[in-house]
């Protein structure tokens, strides 16, 4: 190998650093997923180029102009000039193989990943160089060192940490099928849309809806025992339904259902997401307390319709805050009213959310305001159920300009901007 080969060698791992795993969310070259960099001058190029000679990529119609520019590449460039001035490179060629060691085998992003490579090696600018790309996979050995430095990376920075940046919303109802699901979806999706790092997880173990709301069919992947989550619609997602049939999934949560969110938060390597979305299950039951014990700096969101068959027991499942650490945020009627002939009509009665907000206000002694009143639409169960997007995106998955895609981003700014009221002085 002589010198300049060994120069190109460093620089193409100096843009591998900037080359992201999409599901891990660190460096390729960190995650120890390049094996090797061989630089290896192509027989057919002109070689060795005139020492000293003009630098068309210093003139600036060398070669790769666009990749240099990409942000997606950015990179010290004072140094690769200095290189050029040295070795007078950019008429030389070179073969660069890059040996890629995938976590796991036919891992799915792994045309993306490599794509993303050859971008950064074919992005040098003072030689031309041609990506080869080997994708294997890595050892036994090399998985278990890499996963258990996430793990212990992962400890560092919990949830429930003190200073954590995500921010973790509960959505809540008293019973089922007042739209708890559709809200927690669409409002991880308007989330996700506004450029949050959002992860959503349904803890609606028995009726987990979030799936098929997302049009998710995969299973996570599975690296040595962490789950990575599965993306769908800009969220991370995590559901017991993604397990369901598999011999996995009974394997993966054994009898102990009752626990599984904390198996959700311990096994999924989650990163560090802006917003963490839990679809709980309906009621005022166990999952409620776990939430509270697993991640204390969650803050609930109580979903009713307008009826007080459904307000009444919507109270109580906010009341839970009584008991556990927990700050109720606000409220959200669903189901409020349909609109017909530019009429809206209050099918299912009204006051339910007013009902819920005046109630909890006075039994926790501060505000919990009735954050949003959403249409009965139709299209919120045809979209969201049989083409598995949430409705408050449109099929380019762009937020909805309408109404509805305004009624969520209000919701989410609300929910983001402010931090619970009684947060700061809770003595809890
Ligand atoms: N605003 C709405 N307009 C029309 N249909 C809606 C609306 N909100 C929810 N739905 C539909 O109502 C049904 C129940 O909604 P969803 O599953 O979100 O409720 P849930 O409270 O999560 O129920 P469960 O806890 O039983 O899963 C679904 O078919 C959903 O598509």
Request: proline share 7%; hydrophobic share 40%; charged share 20%.
């Amino acid at each position: 190998m002589n010198d300049e080969t060994t120069i190109i060698e460093h620089a193409v791992l100096e843009r591998l650093d900037h080359v992201i795993d999409p599901e891990l969310g660190r460096s390729v070259t960190q995650l120890g997923m390049i094996a090797n960099v061989t630089v290896i001058p192509t027989s057919d190029a002109p070689f060795p180029a005139v020492t000293g000679s003009a630098s068309p990529a210093l003139t600036g119609d060398g070669l790769n102009d666009a990749a240099r520019n990409d942000p997606g590449t950015a990179h010290d460039d004072s140094e690769d000039a200095a290189r050029s001035d040295e070795y007078g490179t950019t008429d030389r060629a070179y073969d660069v193989v890059v040996d890629v060691e995938l976590t796991v085998p036919g891992c799915p992003l792994s045309d993306q990943l490599a794509a993303q490579i050859e971008q950064a090696v074919a992005s040098y600018p003072y030689a031309r160089l041609t990506p080869r790309i080997n994708v294997g996979t890595m050892s036994d050995e090399k998985l278990h060192a890499l996963v258990s430095d996430l793990k212990a990376a992962r400890r560092e920075n919990p949830f429930n940490k003190p200073g954590t940046k995500t921010r973790i919303f509960a959505i809540a109802s008293g019973k089922g099928g007042v739209g708890k699901s559709s809200i927690s979806a669409n409002l991880a999706a308007t989330f996700a849309a506004l450029g949050y790092d959002t992860a959503a997880i349904d803890a609606d173990i028995y009726g987990f809806s979030l799936p098929r709301l997302f049009g998710v069919h995969s299973q996570p992947t599975n690296l040595n025992g962490m789950l990575m989550p599965v993306t769908s619609w800009g969220v991370k997602l995590m559901s017991i339904g993604m397990f369901a049939g598999s011999d996995r999934a009974i394997l993966w949560r054994g009898p102990r259902l009752q626990r599984s969110l904390e198996q959700f938060l311990a096994d999924v390597w989650w990163g560090e997401p802006d917003v963490l979305i839990l679809d709980l299950a309906p009621g005022t039951g166990d999952m409620a307390i776990s939430v509270a014990q697993a991640l204390p700096n969650a803050e609930l969101v109580v979903v009713t319709t307008p009826q007080p068959s459904a307000s009444d027991i919507a109270v109580r499942s906010g009341l839970v805050a009584l008991q556990v650490p927990m700050q109720v945020r606000g409220v959200v009627e669903n189901m409020s009213y349909f609109e017909h002939a530019g009429e809206r009509l209050e099918i299912f009665g009204a006051g339910g959310g007013e009902r819920v907000s005046e109630q909890l206000s006075h039994a926790l002694g501060h505000d919990v305001p009735l954050l949003a009143r959403l249409p009965l639409d139709p299209r919120i169960r045809e979209i969201g159920e049989s083409e598995g997007r949430p409705a408050v995106l449109n099929e380019d998955g762009t937020l909805r300009d309408d109404d509805f895609g305004d009624t969520f981003v209000r919701l989410a700014r609300t929910l983001i901007d402010a931090y619970p009221s009684s947060a700061a002085d809770d003595p809890r």
